[in-house]
């Protein structure tokens, strides 16, 4: 084929996505089951949707609440605690296979983010970011599974280290090679500080706990533990300022006394946030009940949220775990519930 055929047809292909992307923006689409979020729990619930022929749709997102489409394991590299990969996979390759048994099965996906919804009656409506102005979507139900994103210090050299040394995840990442027998650093004095502090335990040569005041948040009885423990050290009325390292991989916390304003040097090879998640709910604020931190309420042991047809999967609802296998499992949940529901509502 000549070149100037290639380029005719580039152009032709490409002019058709362009048209095709604008019929789909500008016709009401009308879907059975809309799935909002691409992380484990989105697909699995398009998995299983699939497979029930459902004809599941998926916004997946165009780095919606700061992640490429895929989620937070995008921005994770090596993950070796999810069953199924032996010797581990890096997080974007994992959501890659992820997406790809999605769209094997019937799956259709849109890289596009949904920036608003009305759950106040059905079928629910929806726009597209940047098309708010035209005709919305519609769908008979919807899965919500927005995630949540760790909350970050944005410290200099932050950027720089992350993934290389600093994670928020100590269960995910705390048994890597790069923190075993390393002296690593926890953030926080809550709960999640005294337990991903206590968990890296296992792993690192010795752990310091960064607190920011003279005392700790955290319940009693896991500050006990946290005070006990030979291997930890409590830096009180200490802040982190700056990460550094070689480039490749952090060595060095530079820290801040909150008293006194000493600067001092803290070597480390692993930096963990237990400031919490800030889960991705904006979206659906208003609408559907959410706990005091904006995590998306659900009844017990199930992913039925207060309106009716409207299901919650993954780290949006779930403050305790935030695993990709948990996830996966609630995507699970959603969507054999999310079949029942509309089998019944909906019967053919």
């Not at 890096?90 to 999605?102: L, T």
């Not at 609408?287 to 042991?301: N, R, V």
């Not at 207060?306 to 499992?329: H, I, N, W």
Request: charged letters at 25%; aromatic letters at 8%.
């Amino acid at each position: 084929m000549s070149l100037f055929s290639r380029f005719t047809l580039a152009v032709r292909s490409s002019n058709q996505h362009v048209l095709s992307r604008l019929l789909a923006v500008q016709r009401n689409m009308h879907s059975k089951v809309v799935i909002i979020g691409s992380g484990p729990a989105g697909h699995t619930a398009a998995l299983y949707l699939s497979r029930a022929t459902l004809e599941p749709v998926m916004f997946e997102g165009q780095f919606a609440n700061g992640f490429a489409p895929g989620g937070q394991l995008t921005t994770t590299t090596d993950v070796e605690n999810y069953p199924g990969f032996p010797e581990g996979i890096m997080g974007g390759k994992m959501m890659e296979k992820f997406r790809e048994q999605s769209v094997r099965f019937g799956t259709k996906i849109y890289t596009e983010t949904v920036s608003k919804v009305d759950l106040s009656m059905r079928p629910f409506k929806f726009w597209r970011e940047n098309y708010e102005d035209k005709v919305p979507d519609t769908a008979d139900a919807l899965i919500i599974a927005t995630g949540a994103a760790a909350k970050r210090l944005n410290l200099p050299g932050e950027d720089i280290y992350w993934q290389k040394g600093i994670s928020a995840c100590a269960v995910c990442d705390g048994a890597l090679p790069i923190f075993r027998k390393k002296p690593l650093a926890v953030v926080g004095g809550g709960d999640s500080a005294a337990e991903e502090a206590t968990y890296l335990t296992k792993f690192g040569s010795h752990v310091y706990v960064l607190v920011r005041r003279d005392k700790l948040r955290a319940s009693k009885v896991m500050a006990n533990r946290l005070l006990s423990n030979p291997n930890i050290t409590v830096l009180w009325n200490t802040i982190a300022i700056e990460c550094k390292g070689d480039g490749s991989v952090l060595n060095l916390l530079v820290t801040k006394d909150t008293k006194t304003g000493e600067i001092k040097d803290l070597p480390v090879n692993g930096l963990f946030y237990a400031i919490g998640h800030v889960p991705a709910t904006d979206l659906v604020k208003e609408q559907l009940k959410l706990d005091s931190d904006g995590y998306i309420i659900t009844e017990p042991d199930s992913t039925c949220t207060s309106v009716e047809g409207v299901f919650a999967a993954g780290d949006v609802k779930d403050k305790k775990y935030r695993q990709a296998v948990t996830s996966a499992g609630t995507g699970c949940m959603a969507a054999l519930e999310c079949e029942r529901w509309l089998s019944e509502h909906f019967p053919e």
